[in-house]
């Protein structure tokens, strides 16, 4: 069980938003915390701390007169730390490879694999061959509808028919490092953890999975660690004080070390 940081990049700022509140119309968006600082800033500090396997995220659409600015936040802080962050947000085949390049170490993909509701196999086979499966990460942030999990796609905007479960992940992992999971309906709310969601994604094995959303005290991140058995990593976003939160970096970071309480 590890702290993985994560920098979200919205309008061209290090943001942290209420991840349900995400709009492509006017790239609008709820949000808890807008810094001042850039995103090389936040990546030097994770650098400094050898935190690696945070994810970095671009949350504008392609189609966005912000995008540009959000590359270039997202290019900054992959040069301060080659090789310890992930990048995701328009990530396809054509393109995962210039993130390697430019120093991410892995791709974080969703949109591209899930479209029209289903899992587009080629197109995740297409990704695996440009940049190898040991460089992907596997978003399959999901939002919960009748009772069941569903991956959502495109800023977390529209559902999939994908249920979210064991099988899927088993039948996906050959063509990935990792998975990352939000769970969209307590993403940036500090409203507690999905307690189903990381029972069931701590029951795969073979593969490693960060989960995000909800922890919202060092309570909390006890809770989790007793759901997932500590067989999870975690992230933090709007609860961290980084961003505006309560909950002490400074103690979060040692979960990596293994020192925390």
Same mark, same amino acid.
């Given at each position: 069980?590890?702290f993985?940081?994560c ?7 290090v ?6 509140s ?9 949000e ?7 995103a ?10 050898n ?9 504008n ?5 912000y ?7 997202a290019?900054e802080?992959?040069a ?9 947000g328009?990530v396809t085949a054509d393109?995962?490879?210039?993130y390697?390049?430019a #120093?991410?170490?892995?791709?974080v993909?969703? !949109?591209?694999?899930?479209?029209? *509701?289903?899992?587009?196999w080629e197109?995740?086979e /297409? ?6 499966a ?9 939002r919960?509808?009748?009772g069941?999990?569903?991956?959502v796609?495109?800023?977390w905007q ?21 998975f990352?999971?939000h ?8 409203a ?6 990381v029972?069931m ?17 060092l309570d ?6 007793r759901?997932s058995? #500590?067989r999870?990593?975690?992230t933090?976003? !709007?609860?961290?004080?980084l961003y *505006?939160g309560?909950?002490p970096?400074?103690e979060? /970071?040692?979960?990596?070390?293994g020192t925390?309480?």
């Amino acid at each position: 069980m590890r702290f993985r940081p994560c920098i979200d990049i919205h309008n061209g700022k290090v943001k942290q938003i209420v991840g349900g509140s995400l709009k492509d119309e006017r790239d609008q968006a709820e949000e808890n915390f807008v810094s001042e600082r850039s995103a090389a800033f936040y990546a030097d500090m994770f650098r400094r701390d050898n935190l690696k396997g945070g994810h970095m995220i671009l949350l504008n659409p392609p189609s966005s007169p912000y995008f540009e600015a959000d590359r270039q936040q997202a290019a900054e802080a992959l040069a301060v730390w080659p090789g310890g962050l992930q990048i995701g947000g328009g990530v396809t085949a054509d393109n995962a490879s210039s993130y390697i390049k430019a #120093g991410a170490s892995h791709v974080v993909v969703t !949109s591209y694999v899930f479209k029209d *509701g289903q899992v587009q196999w080629e197109n995740l086979e /297409k990704l695996a061959d440009a940049v190898g499966a040991g460089h992907v990460v596997l978003d399959v942030s999901c939002r919960k509808k009748d009772g069941k999990y569903y991956i959502v796609t495109d800023r977390w905007q529209k559902f999939t028919k994908v249920q979210l479960g064991e099988e899927i992940l088993y039948w996906m992992k050959e063509y990935c490092d990792e998975f990352l999971v939000h769970g969209v309906d307590v993403e940036g709310k500090s409203a507690g953890i999905e307690e189903g969601l990381v029972e069931m994604l701590a029951g795969v094995q073979g593969i490693p999975i960060t989960y995000a959303g909800g922890i919202s005290s060092l309570d909390e991140l006890e809770c989790f660690r007793r759901v997932s058995g #500590g067989r999870l990593d975690f992230t933090i976003g !709007s609860a961290l004080d980084l961003y *505006g939160g309560d909950i002490p970096y400074d103690e979060v /970071k040692n979960y990596s070390a293994g020192t925390a309480r």
